[in-house]
Structure formats: structure tokens, C-alpha cells
């Protein structure tokens, strides 16, 4: 058990690391689309599509409003929207086809949301079928999809295995009822259990869990039944999140007060006896909330030395191109970020507008590819080495003998390697490597903190 003085020493706010420089760091006026495509053909020109290219897309719609959720999402039980966002969808893929050429080879695929259930199986089958008309799909592909227990039908897991999906992420969140009701997410334990077995009988060939802690009224006992529950159906992988509880950015939380959720010792408890309960069920810790069966893809890739990390989370494969299609969609080109606008309004106007609908983003420099490769190495490997080309700042240095004192590290001049300890602690070790926010003197004086809380 990690000493609890640890915890309260380094929980503190610090981004995830699914990008370098981080999103609150980009600029609002990045929608010029030739610049886009620029920097599009120079990762091109540079071989960074040389294992294909990672796709997201972002399906925003949903039934009814989870109140823990701090996705990009819009509510309707209208479900004649399905076909208006799928063409719109296909016209912005055009714009990235015209740019990659006939080379264009997809090796990963990941449908997020929202909830892409909301979508009919004929809709997915539609827009995949035609996206895939324009591009050569890998022989090792990797396409995955996020299910809602109560809606993900046979159907929905049919369809989608024949267009070469073999990976399904289904948001559990909690099984027990009272938690449920608080965050307007009831789904039986027979609905998880039904579309789990559904996507085996089928051939998935792994099945993940996300749960979270932290949310309101969940207590030891409680949590200790949901990853009983959890284990009984045995996922491959489960990703154990931290509930991130800001109110001032999503209205949606103020739905419960704020006493009712877990805070300091009693939330820290809750993962403890989460991870525990996993690592005795056989599942072992990736790193940044992530547990799996010791025959995962994830945890062999890891092993390996060859896990990845992007807007997708964890992945198995190293693309180094990732592009997002869909409002808010996030694509990242090596050489740059750009995020979609954020509603749907905008999204279909400057769509009719015949333009990528990108309008945040950043250009990374020299500097920010060198931090990244380390953060990137410690969040995905626990180890990094680096040479004169980046300063260790005597802030910096200050950091990582904290950080070894602490036992989360072993360093020396020149390389680090986490610690048994350190493992729980990945996105601080990370954070040494962040000049982007070191340098940010606002983040003291900030009413609201721009990231959530390590732990």
C-alpha cells in the first residue's frame, strides 16, 4: 500500500499525456486549412505513414445525459440525426484522402463518443464501408469501438466484426444501483454481462471495462461488489479512472452534491481496494489507470518495449499519424495538433463551407519533439534516456532528486527508471518533462485548475 503522505504530496493537477505540448496550451486561431495540409505532407514527405495511419471518430450523440460525463456530446432521442452526421463525416474525409493521396493505408480505427451505439448498425456499416472505398486497410489492423451496455445490440457487434473489428471498450462506470441513479447511468449487471458474452460468441478477441472511482455515494463495500462483479466477467483489459469533478466546465456535475462524493483519504481508499482486488484477479498494472490479463496485446506491446500512447489512450500500435474526423475530433501529425470545433453547428457549417473544420491547435517545436520522446518513453516503457540536446533545468534537476528521495524513481545524470512505487505515479514523473507548464505562472492563480488531479 502506498504511504498515504505520498498521495497527498502528489496529487496535484497534471495533464493525462495524450499529447505534447497539452491541449490548454494550443492557440484558438488555427483554422487555416492550407497550413493543415501543409504540415500534413511534410510528416509525409518524412515517413511518418510508413505503418499507416490511426483514425478517430468522434459520434457525439446520446439518449440521455450521464451526469459524470465530460465528453463532447450531444442529447437527443432523434434519431434521424445518424444520417446528416454521417455525410457530413464523409465529406471532411475527402479533404484528408485528397491530402494523403493513394497511399493511404488505415492500420487503426477507433469509434468514440458520445455514444457510436446511438448509431444503427446499417448507419456504421454505411459510413465505414465508404470510408474504406478511399484507403487500403493494414493486414494487422487495429479497429476498436466504444459500447453502452443497455444499447449495443448483436447486431451492432455483427456488423461491426465484419468490417474487421475484433476490440470492444464498454463503459461500465459502477454496478452499484445507487451510484447508477446518482450519475443517470442505470444498466443491469445482465445487459454488461449479455453484450460481453455476445462479443466473444462472435470473436472479439478482447473485451474492455471502464470503471471509475471517486464518484458519488460509492464506498469500499460498494466498490468491492463492482469489481467482484467485473471479475466474474473477466475483461481483458480495464481502464480504472479517476472521477474528474469540474462543475465550471461541466454543468452536467452539479447534478449531486458535492459532499456526497468520496474526498481525500476515503477516494484514495476506493482505488486501492480497486487495484488490489485487480491485481489479485490476475490483471496487472499498465500504467495511467490501465490493467490487463497477462495475454493482452497491451500488456505483450508493453513488454515489448513497443506500447503507444495517443488521444486514444494506449495503443499497440505505433502509428505516428493520427487524424480525428467528427466535432471536437483531435488529430495529431507529429508535427502538430489540430482540434474540430465543438458543436455540431459549426462543425456542418464550415463542412458546407467545403473545409476542414479544425480551429485550436499548435505547431510543436524542435524542443516540444524532445520532451515528448521522454514523456512519451516514461508514460509507456517507465524508462527514458536523454543527451545534451535537452537542458535539464536546475528546476527540473530539483524534481527528479525529489522524485528519487521519494523512491518513485532511480536516476542518473542521464536516464530515469520508475519504481515499483512509481508506477501509480507515472503522470507526475511525466510532468518533469513538461517545460510547457512549468513555464505557466498562471497556473497558481487560477480560480479553476486547467488539469484534473494525479490520483
Excluded at 454496478?175 to 454488461?192: G, S, Y
Excluded at 524532445?370 to 527540473?396: D, S, V, Y
Excluded at 510547457?436 to 484534473?452: G, I, T, V, W
Aim: negative net charge.
Amino acid at each position: 500500500m502506498i504511504p498515504y503522505e505520498l498521495i497527498e504530496k502528489y496529487n496535484v493537477p497534471v495533464p493525462r499525456y495524450t499529447s505534447y505540448p497539452t491541449v490548454p496550451y494550443w492557440q484558438e486561431n488555427k483554422s487555416d486549412n492550407n497550413e493543415w495540409s501543409a504540415l500534413i505532407q511534410r510528416a509525409i514527405r518524412a515517413g511518418k505513414t510508413k505503418e499507416g495511419i490511426s483514425l478517430y471518430l468522434h459520434l457525439p450523440f446520446c439518449e440521455q445525459l450521464c451526469t459524470y460525463c465530460g465528453c463532447n456530446k450531444r442529447i437527443t432521442k432523434n434519431h434521424s440525426v445518424e444520417a446528416i452526421y454521417i455525410d457530413a463525416i464523409l465529406e471532411e474525409w475527402k479533404f484528408y484522402v485528397k491530402i494523403f493521396g493513394d497511399d493511404l493505408v488505415i492500420r487503426e480505427l477507433h469509434l468514440g463518443g458520445g455514444t457510436p451505439t446511438f448509431f444503427s448498425p446499417q448507419n456504421l456499416t454505411y459510413l465505414l464501408s465508404n470510408m474504406f472505398n478511399d484507403a487500403k486497410i493494414h493486414p494487422k489492423r487495429e479497429f476498436s469501438f466504444e459500447g453502452h451496455p443497455n444499447n449495443t445490440t448483436e447486431a451492432h457487434l455483427q456488423a461491426l466484426y465484419d468490417l474487421g473489428f475484433r476490440r470492444v471498450s464498454y463503459g461500465v462506470q459502477d454496478m452499484d444501483l445507487k451510484v447508477q441513479l446518482a450519475i443517470n447511468r442505470v444498466q443491469p449487471f445482465a445487459n454488461t454481462q449479455k453484450v460481453t458474452d455476445l462479443a466473444r460468441a462472435i470473436g472479439y478477441t478482447s473485451v474492455n471495462f471502464d470503471l471509475i472511482y471517486g464518484l458519488p455515494f460509492q464506498t469500499l463495500e460498494s466498490i468491492q461488489k463492482t469489481i467482484a462483479s467485473v471479475i466474474e466477467l473477466k475483461p481483458d483489459r480495464i481502464a480504472f479512472y479517476s472521477y474528474a469533478h469540474v462543475p465550471w466546465t461541466k454543468k452536467s456535475q452539479r447534478a449531486y452534491d458535492e459532499n456526497d462524493l468520496p474526498k481525500g483519504k476515503d477516494k484514495y481508499a476506493l482505488y486501492e481496494k480497486g487495484k488490489q482486488l485487480l491485481t489479485d484477479a490476475g490483471y496487472i498494472d499498465i500504467g495511467m489507470d490501465h490493467f490487463a490479463l497477462e495475454n493482452d496485446d497491451l500488456l505483450i506491446s508493453r513488454n515489448n518495449g513497443k506500447l503507444h500512447r495517443n488521444f486514444m489512450g494506449y495503443t499497440t500500435t505505433n502509428t505516428e499519424i493520427l487524424i480525428g474526423l467528427g466535432v471536437s475530433a483531435i488529430s495529431d501529425v507529429f508535427y502538430g495538433f489540430r482540434q474540430n470545433c465543438k458543436t455540431v453547428e459549426d462543425y456542418y457549417k464550415i463542412i458546407a463551407q467545403e473545409k476542414i473544420p479544425i480551429e485550436k491547435g499548435i505547431d510543436v517545436t524542435d524542443e516540444d519533439l524532445l520532451l515528448r520522446k521522454q514523456i512519451l518513453n516514461i508514460a509507456c516503457q517507465g524508462k527514458t534516456t536523454w543527451n545534451e540536446e535537452i537542458e535539464i533545468t536546475a528546476t527540473m534537476q530539483a524534481q527528479l532528486e525529489q522524485l528519487q528521495a521519494d523512491g518513485l524513481i532511480t536516476f542518473s545524470k542521464n536516464n530515469l527508471e520508475v519504481t515499483t512505487l512509481g508506477w501509480s505515479f507515472l503522470r507526475n514523473i511525466c510532468s518533469v518533462f513538461d517545460k510547457r507548464m512549468q513555464a505557466d505562472k498562471s497556473l497558481k492563480e487560477a480560480a479553476n485548475p486547467k488539469f484534473s488531479q494525479a490520483i
